[in-house]
């Protein structure tokens, strides 16, 4: 269902009456924050072939729109919901957030999916204040937001899963990259911070360190279109070698969710079986 920004401005913190119109069934919720045509989506189908119901969050309605029907055709009417979210904006982040609190119930699992970075990377100087502050703003502080508005109602439940979708840039700094890196670098601490604060009160959170290129339209595109002009049709015949598929990153989210309390993982790196390993150089 999709959401006016503006209709619903309140502090997640306040008590309020669940109506959880759009849940009958009580079903589990999950939120995707960055939703898209990838992992997003990968994610949501997973978590929802398990009997979750899905929130989708992003900018875009028409993607938004065309998720969200093609996991109720595969998993049954009702079964996504979207929201249209500026995650550059508090009020935005937070007024989402309260109505689908208020449409489907608390958050179980949260999946911080964002991030907002360059194909073709651009020189610290030539990074502008606005592309930097923009990036920043989507590839940590949606995140802050996202997590301050779950985490009461998880705590109050004493369990509850935060999965932040992070990159080797979390780990290292790359020419190119000043206006993506710091702000996935802030991802990775933050996580750390919710695993000192509340991982002793049933929160779970985990940073995925997505090291290497995931097939998909933008970064998946660019590599298959590279290796199609220079012929390199093994490669293409062995995508799944070189290229990270969504479907099969979703089954880690999946794990890392129904990981038993004894062996919590709080960061976990993945890349494709030929790919360099980056992220520990």
Not at 118 to 139: A, H, M, P, Q
Not at 163 to 176: D, E, I, K, Q, V
């Amino acid at each position: 269902m999709p959401l006016a920004t503006e209709e619903l401005q309140h502090s997640p913190n306040i008590s309020t009456v669940n109506v959880m119109s759009l849940n009958t069934g009580n079903k589990p919720t999950l939120v995707v924050v960055g939703a898209g045509p990838g992992i997003g989506e990968a994610v949501a189908r997973r978590f929802a072939s398990e009997g979750f119901l899905v929130a989708l969050l992003a900018r875009t309605e028409e993607k938004l729109k065309t998720m969200a029907e093609g996991i109720d055709s595969d998993m049954g009417k009702g079964t996504a919901h979207y929201y249209i979210t500026d995650l550059r904006i508090e009020d935005s982040v937070l007024s989402s957030f309260a109505m689908i609190r208020k449409e489907l119930g608390p958050t179980q699992v949260l999946v911080y999916n964002a991030g907002a970075r360059r194909v073709n990377g651009r020189s610290l100087l030539d990074t502008t204040t606005e592309e930097f502050e923009n990036f920043t703003k989507i590839n940590l502080f949606g995140a802050f937001w996202s997590a301050k508005c779950v985490l009461p109602d998880m705590l109050a439940a004493g369990k509850g899963t935060i999965l932040f979708t992070s990159a080797t840039g979390a780990l290292r700094g790359m020419p190119g990259l000043s206006s993506f890196s710091p702000g996935k670098f802030g991802l990775r601490s933050l996580c750390q911070v919710i695993t000192r604060e509340y991982q002793n009160q049933g929160i779970h959170a985990a940073n995925i360190i997505v090291d290497g290129p995931v097939d998909g339209k933008l970064i998946g595109g660019v590599r298959r279109r590279q290796w199609q002009r220079e012929g390199e049709d093994e490669k293409l015949q062995d995508i799944e070698s070189y290229l990270m598929q969504p479907s099969d990153l979703a089954h880690t989210y999946w794990f890392l969710h129904t990981q038993p309390r004894s062996t919590w993982t709080q960061e976990l790196d993945v890349r494709a079986m030929k790919e360099t390993m980056f992220s520990k150089l």
